[in-house]
């Protein structure tokens, strides 16, 4: 089991940027997909990006493609969700999850079996 715990959350005008960061630990960080995903109040949890376990294989989320990146950094077991241009509608807490590599699809929620706790980013005005 991945244990991981989500940071960088906060308060943000709109079009400002965040960074989110995700360390995991228990296990060999390489061997997992990572992915983000948000929940905004009222509305179910959704993809945003995941980064599979050789780095090499991102996805996003239309909404975000072009404003966010993922990135992970193994010798540190972290992943990271560089946020830019936020907007008001994108209030949510931002959930970082894994999943081992070649099981299933890195962009489908149903595949991840660890999920850390949350960090809240809210969007203002």
């Known amino acids: 089991q991945v244990h991981l715990v989500e940071s960088g959350g906060g308060l943000v005008q709109a079009g400002g940027s965040l960074r989110l960061s995700c360390a995991a630990s228990g296990v060999t960080f390489s061997h997992y997909d990572m992915g983000w995903f948000r929940q905004a109040p009222g509305k179910e949890r959704e993809f945003v990006a995941a980064i599979g376990g050789s780095s090499d294989n991102t996805h996003y989320t239309r909404s975000v493609t072009g404003r966010f990146t993922i990135s992970r950094d193994d010798p540190k077991n972290t992943v990271y969700l560089q946020m830019k241009n936020l907007k008001l509608e994108e209030t949510a807490g931002y959930y970082c999850?894994?999943?081992?590599?070649?099981?299933?699809?890195?962009?489908?929620?149903?595949?991840?079996?660890?999920w850390g706790q949350g960090t809240q980013v809210t969007v203002s005005s």
């Open positions: 999850a894994a999943k081992l590599v070649g099981r299933g699809s890195i962009a489908l929620q149903r595949e991840y079996g660890s």
